[in-house]
Structure formats: C-alpha cells, structure tokens
C-alpha cells in the first residue's frame, strides 16, 4: 500500500479514537512529515480528520464512504486485495483488466458509484498523473471527453506513454510544435536535445527575450546593482509588447500578470489541430 493508504488503513481502523503520528509513521515505515503529507492528501480528498492536542489524529467514524481501508477493517481474510473505485461501467470489465494486468489472485473490484454520467472531464493536472487516468480509463471502457489545461502539454511525448490513449484530448497551451509559425524554433531545438519542445520549452524560451526586451526598455547596464536592474524592470514591464513563440502581443500588468490571446488544440491522431467551431 502506499502510504496515504496505510494511514487511511490504521485510523479507519482505530474506529473514531485518536492515532499517533508516531504511530501511523512506525506502520508505514516513514517520517512524521510524510504522514502529515499523507493526511493533508486525504483532507482533500473530503476525509475529515481531526488532530489531538498531544493525542494525535482521528478519523470521523460515520465518514460515510466506500474505501478499501473501510471494507479491510471488517475483514479478517489475509492476502486480499482490494481496489475501490469512484466510478465504473462494469465491475467486470475492471476485473478483467486487473487480471491481464497481472493483479494478485483474490483481488476484489469496489464501485462506489456504477456509473458517474459524466460526458466532460475536466483535468487541472500535469500531464504525468493525467496519464494514468487515461489509462485507467481505458481498462474501465470509460470514454468522456478529458479536458486539460497547459500542464497537460507533453502527454504526447512522455516516454512510455501510448499516445492513442490522448486522442481526442482538447486542452488549452499557449503553444503548438505543429504550427508553422514556430518551426524554426521546433527544429532548432529537437536537434540540440533530441525531443520535439512542449509548451514548457516555448515558456523558457520566451522568459529569457521578454527580461532581454525589459533590460532594453529600462536602458540597464552592466554596472548597475542586481536591486538597481529589479526595480527598472518593474518599473518598465507595464509599458512593453513582446511578441514570442506563447504569444503576440503580450503585455503585463503591475502585478506581473501577462494578458495574451488563449489557444485550445484537440489531439487527433497523435498530433496537436485547430479545433473545428
């Protein structure tokens, strides 16, 4: 189990009394920091857990959700794996993944919730864990339509990852390897590293011109002080447009925030297009 997993277990387990963090930590096999990780991870899942002046954590006992960690407190059967899931078509379907998966023998499939209805996803994530959904996804038959945000920017590219199982993915990046427009860029960069850039490449690249453009602006010299050149940018970034690879016409308000034109692409067979109106 990973770690959130065995702290779920053991206060699932203490029943609606208090468990320490010196305990939970000894359990799992890490520091107290971790477990205090780990709990900030289940608050935001919804859990409500309360900490003990001196006493510990505790689990609200009528919680009211189907986990892994809740089923397993009532059983006294050993070697039995147990897999909760929020949402599935079939427990079946999953079942079967599982096994060609390779899942221990025993393993049990636990549906919250049958079917979730949901025909949009929204995913505000990197593209690392949205990975995993994906697939999970996959396994589960489940096919909405994922929406994603620039952290999702290369999905494509992530070692290991099957590609096809991004199709049809629509997000929002400020910048596409497959426009024309930053070709140049694209080439030049995939023969000096070997891998097509992401929007986080195009991000770097334009962050070194745009401060090139602000020093230009502010009139800064090399003899001036580090605090000296900070304070003319600032006093100069309201005042400039720089067109880059992630945008044109970019500008900045005082607060540092950057005002440019959105772009939402959709992954069809494998590579960034224009979605169609």
């Known amino acids: 189990m990973t770690t959130k997993e065995t702290i779920l277990a053991a206060l699932t387990a203490a029943k609606g009394t208090a468990v320490s963090g010196a305990q939970m930590a000894e359990r799992a096999g890490v520091s107290r920091a971790a477990v205090w990780k780990a709990i900030c991870a289940l608050r935001d899942e919804g859990y409500v857990i309360d900490a003990v002046t001196r006493g510990g954590y505790?689990?609200?006992?009528?919680?009211?959700?189907?986990?892994?960690?809740?089923v397993a407190a009532h059983l006294h059967t050993d070697g039995l794996a147990l897999t909760?899931?929020?949402?599935?078509?079939?427990?079946?379907?999953?079942?079967?993944a599982l096994a060609e998966d390779g899942a221990l023998e025993g393993t049990v499939v636990i549906a919250a919730a049958q079917t979730a209805g949901?025909?949009?996803v929204f995913l505000p994530i990197y593209y690392q864990p949205a990975s995993i959904i994906f697939s999970q996804a996959k396994a589960m038959g489940y096919a909405p339509t994922f929406f994603g945000v620039d952290g999702m920017d290369g999905i494509l590219t992530m070692p290991g990852f099957d590609a096809s199982l991004a199709e049809g993915l629509m997000l929002m990046t400020p910048f596409s390897a497959t426009d024309e427009a930053n070709q140049a860029f694209v080439d030049a960069y995939t023969?000096?590293?070997?891998?097509?850039?992401?929007?986080?490449?195009?991000?770097?690249?334009?962050?070194?011109?745009?401060?090139?453009?602000?020093?230009?602006?502010?009139?800064?010299?090399?003899?001036m002080s580090p605090s000296d050149i900070c304070e003319a940018?600032?006093?100069v970034m309201t005042t400039i447009s720089v067109d880059g690879l992630t945008g044109q016409g970019m500008t900045w308000n005082a607060n540092g925030e950057?005002?440019?034109?959105?772009?939402?692409?959709?992954?069809?067979?494998?590579?960034y297009v224009t979605p169609e109106n």
């Open 58 to 70: 505790t689990l609200h006992a009528d919680d009211g959700r189907l986990t892994a960690a809740a």
């Open 84 to 96: 909760a899931l929020p949402s599935t078509d079939s427990t079946n379907t999953r079942v079967r």
């Open 118 to 120: 949901a025909d949009l």
């Open 191 to 223: 023969a000096a590293y070997g891998t097509e850039p992401n929007q986080f490449a195009a991000d770097a690249y334009d962050g070194v011109y745009i401060v090139y453009e602000a020093l230009k602006a502010a009139g800064c010299t090399a003899d």
């Open 233 to 235: 940018l600032v006093g």
């Open 258 to 271: 950057v005002a440019k034109a959105p772009m939402a692409v959709v992954i069809k067979d494998g590579v």
